[in-house]
């Protein structure tokens, strides 16, 4: 059972480009949540998808950032116009819908805005 | 709101030296614990778990026993390898959504 998997790793953007974070579950997965790794920090809850539907966008930014999870594909994390602020690791995690306490990560993605 | 703290680091060890890093949480409620751990360039990964008060969540030589008296949830070791140089996260979970709130790490250095 292959693990979580995001790409890219690493993604390099100028100031006021787009980027796009993707996002595969765990197969069997229905859950999935994004984090944010600023430098030197812990992570930070952003979002909570289930198929097709937000559950919790508590955590993230009001602008510039949105979220999805389609029914087919993976999930897909969109910021517009990145500044360099938005430099950091975002993750994403799973879990299965029998236990979602359970949270598996995956390797990250690296964003560097210059 | 919800919240972890994590003792800071780093925490610098020899080989086979007991480990303990500190961790408490302010909660409404009855949370999950958990411990996360990351290696450099890599995601976490779920070190261990305790769902209700006096649970004890264990893997690989480490533990941790969920204190509701004391809101703690410490993890320990009796004997760090070199292998186990990391950052060591201490979280809880939330409500109905589940999200996780993280303390803000720890990083351990074990020297052979």
């Known amino acids: 059972n292959a693990g979580v998997m995001q790409n890219p790793r690493h993604l390099v953007r100028r100031r006021g480009q787009e980027a796009r974070l993707r996002c595969s579950p765990m197969k069997g997965h229905s859950h999935v949540y994004w984090y944010r790794q600023l430098p030197e920090e812990g992570l930070k809850f952003m979002v909570y998808?289930?198929?097709?539907?937000?559950?919790?966008e508590s955590g993230m930014p009001k602008e510039r950032f949105s979220a999805e999870f389609p029914k087919e594909g993976p999930s897909i994390l969109r910021i517009q116009q990145v500044v360099r602020g938005d430099s950091a690791a975002y993750f994403c995690?799973?879990?299965?819908?029998?236990?979602?306490?359970?949270?598996?990560f995956g390797p990250g993605t690296r964003l560097t805005v210059t | 709101g919800n919240s972890v703290t994590q003792m800071e680091g780093p925490v610098t060890l020899s080989e086979e030296a007991f480990l303990t890093i500190n961790c408490t949480y302010t909660?409404?409620?009855?949370?999950?614990l958990f411990w996360y751990v990351q290696y450099p360039g890599e995601g976490l990964q779920l070190l261990l778990k305790?769902?209700?008060?006096?649970d004890k969540g264990s893997n690989k030589g480490f533990e941790a026993t969920y204190r509701k008296e004391t809101t703690s949830f410490h993890l320990e070791k009796g004997s760090v390898q070199v292998s186990d140089s990391a950052v060591y996260f201490c979280?809880?979970?939330?409500?109905?959504?589940?999200?996780?709130?993280f303390g803000s790490g720890t990083r351990l250095l074990v020297r052979p």
């Open positions: 305790a769902t209700k008060a006096d």
């Open positions: 995690a799973s879990s299965p819908p029998e236990n979602p306490y359970e949270q598996y």
């Open positions: 909660a409404t409620g009855y949370p999950s």
């Open positions: 979280a809880l979970s939330e409500g109905s959504s589940y999200k996780l709130i």
């Open positions: 998808l289930q198929k097709e539907n937000i559950i919790d």
